[in-house]
């Protein structure tokens, strides 16, 4: 299932996110002559920061999302060495090799890695680098158990059945562990490989921040068996309800695992 995002609010809301991403960013000593992809680019925050970091060289900003591509193009519509393409990135084709894959809180939401990352190897130069980090074992562990109560309570229990009463809820993610992954890139013949998962807590300032965050992001796979805007919105502020009578340690704040990727070809 493929889930349309809110791009504008995205980007008006996504600054932890793109924090991390930053980090991620400077653990490269760039040259500046990079061909570089970000892959799902999203509303274009880092592949601003990329292009700055290459100005003698290319970022390919590439997202499945239209509404995404759409604003990062709007954007960002006066840096020349940006090129934007709208595509799946497990199926990617560019018209040159690059030197380096950057992806900030994407591959979580692929849940074939292996298939993504021979994509990777293919479009790599012969000393290309991987600088990705996402979701990882156990990334929202706490959090996903209040979506899932909700979930199942009888409010909302049926929209997440078919005809027959039987569940129909499948989650969209994939959370890797570190000994899968770096067997996997082993296998596809990656080297100097460093992969480490890392907690990393968001904390936000109060309920209206959480709530908004969380429905735009977090919430997305949840509220889309949902019918109308309605029981979207009842939805979060069940969890909101849960968080505030139940689950007091998690407001307001979401406990985030990131699995760190880097490796050469």
Not at 43 to 49: E, P
Not at 80 to 93: L, P, T, Y
Not at 159 to 173: A, R, S
């Amino acid at each position: 299932m493929r889930y349309d995002w809110d791009a504008s609010t995205y980007d008006r809301i996504s600054d932890v996110i793109e924090s991390w991403g930053h980090k991620i960013i400077e653990h490269r000593k760039w040259k500046g002559n990079e061909i570089v992809l970000d892959a799902g680019c999203g509303s274009g925050k880092l592949t601003k920061i990329l292009s700055i970091k290459v100005p003698y060289g290319k970022v390919f900003a590439v997202d499945f999302d239209s509404s995404m591509i759409t604003l990062a193009k709007e954007k960002l519509a006066k840096i020349s060495n940006i090129q934007f393409i709208k595509m799946d990135i497990s199926k990617i084709e560019l018209e040159e090799k690059v030197d380096v894959v950057f992806s900030n809180a994407v591959l979580h939401w692929i849940l074939n890695h292996k298939k993504v990352f021979e994509r990777f190897w293919q479009i790599f130069k012969p000393d290309g680098q991987l600088l990705i980090q996402c979701g990882g074992c156990s990334n929202l562990s706490k959090t996903l158990s209040i979506f899932n109560k909700v979930r199942n309570s009888n409010k909302f229990y049926n929209y997440f059945c078919n005809n027959k009463g039987e569940d129909i809820w499948k989650e969209p993610w994939y959370f890797a562990k570190k000994e899968d992954t770096e067997k996997m890139l082993k296998e596809i013949g990656f080297k100097n490989i460093q992969v480490f998962l890392e907690n990393k807590e968001a904390k936000f300032y109060n309920k209206e921040e959480y709530f908004l965050f969380i429905k735009t992001i977090v919430l997305r796979p949840y509220l889309e068996y949902l019918p109308n805007d309605m029981l979207k919105d009842k939805f979060a502020k069940a969890v909101i309800y849960e968080i505030e009578t139940n689950v007091k340690e998690l407001q307001w704040r979401l406990d985030y695992v990131r699995l760190n990727i880097n490796a050469e070809k």
